[in-house]
């Protein structure tokens, strides 16, 4: 935990409603080193993106969380907006899911990269888009000085996902939050901006959370990986480890739903991922799991260490 960049701990997220505070995500804790990517898998709705949202702290009105998140040992939930926003996109930085939604379509790309730059060192607005122009070169975007004058609407999905990274890493920052930042990608783009965060991090020593709900981008890409379900963090190992040794129910049952040899059935995981609102009293998988016991019920068990960190929520563990 020395080296930790960010430290995650005891996370619970919550949705106000009419009736009081409703849970979404309950008592995560995780950790991300220095210049590692630590990825994080789940089905839809287990509480990824919340989580990357709560790290920027830029959560809707409606949902509120406490617990601690520490960077570089100071506790973004205990900040002030105004000291928050000197964090937000200069020392952590987020790619969105869509870029298309996520950048402004009445701003030229230049200028939205610009202004960050403006925001964090006090550039002049010329100074800025030289440097926005520099960023574009680093992404790879062709003819940089053209595109700067660009709108959103003229630039492909893979060059709009391309000025979504040039805005993230303008500031040089120490974590970057890629939230599926090929879904909605082909699959030769995804594997161009892939080897573009990849290079990134080599050049800058950048830690990054890599969220993702497709197993075989996390293997190639994370040093270590945390399964959700639920809103509860069920497996964390080394990514190596966990490939090789998975433990939890739910992490076999996603590794064996991956397709393996042409003509071999795949093996899905029956069922669906309950409503939170309907999640089982006991251990939040048991509904689903064949390998469950009475226990498993009405007792949710605690995260704990099986081997040398790697981590499992399970009962039979």
């Known amino acids: 935990m020395n080296n930790s960049l960010l430290t995650v ?73 105004e000291e928050m926003r000197k964090i937000r996109g200069k020392d952590i930085s987020m790619i969105f899911q869509e870029p298309m939604t996520s950048l402004n379509p009445v701003l030229t790309v230049g200028r939205q990269i610009a202004e960050a730059l403006m925001t964090h060192f006090n550039l002049t607005k010329r100074d800025s888009l030289e440097k926005a122009i520099e960023i574009l070169k680093r992404v790879k975007i062709p003819d940089p ?36 930042p090929t879904t909605a990608l082909d699959v030769t783009i995804q594997f161009e901006i892939l080897k573009l965060l990849q290079d990134l991090r080599a050049q800058s020593d950048m830690a990054i959370l890599f969220i993702s709900h497709d197993l075989s981008l996390i293997y190639e890409n994370a040093d270590r990986v945390g399964i959700m379900y639920g809103g509860r963090l069920i497996e964390l190992a080394n990514v190596d480890e966990l ?48 390998e469950k016991i009475e226990e498993c019920l009405y007792k949710e068990p605690e995260l704990l260490e099986v081997t040398k960190e790697h981590f499992v929520r399970c009962i039979k563990c």
């Not at 849970?23 to 839809?44: N, T, Y």
Request: charge should be positive.
């Open 145 to 180: 000085e053209l595109r700067i004058k660009d709108y959103p609407h003229q630039l492909s999905g893979g060059m709009r996902q391309r000025v979504m990274i040039g805005m993230a890493i303008a500031c040089n920052p120490s974590l970057l939050i890629a939230d599926e």
């Open 9 to 81: 701990k005891d996370l619970s997220i919550y949705l106000k409603g009419q009736s009081g505070f409703f849970p979404l995500i309950s008592k995560i804790s995780f950790d991300i080193r220095k210049a590692e990517v630590f990825g994080i898998v789940g089905e839809s709705g287990c509480g990824k993106t919340l989580t990357a949202l709560s790290i920027m702290r830029i959560l809707p009105q409606n949902i509120f969380s406490e617990g601690e998140i520490l960077f570089n040992n100071r506790d973004i939930l205990s900040l002030t907006e």
């Open 243 to 290: 490939f090789d040794n998975p433990i939890h129910p739910y992490t076999r049952g996603l590794l064996a739903s991956l397709p393996t040899y042409k003509g071999e059935p795949l093996k899905p995981i029956l069922g669906f991922v309950p409503h939170p609102a309907f999640l089982p009293k006991g251990c939040k998988f048991s509904d689903r799991c064949k």
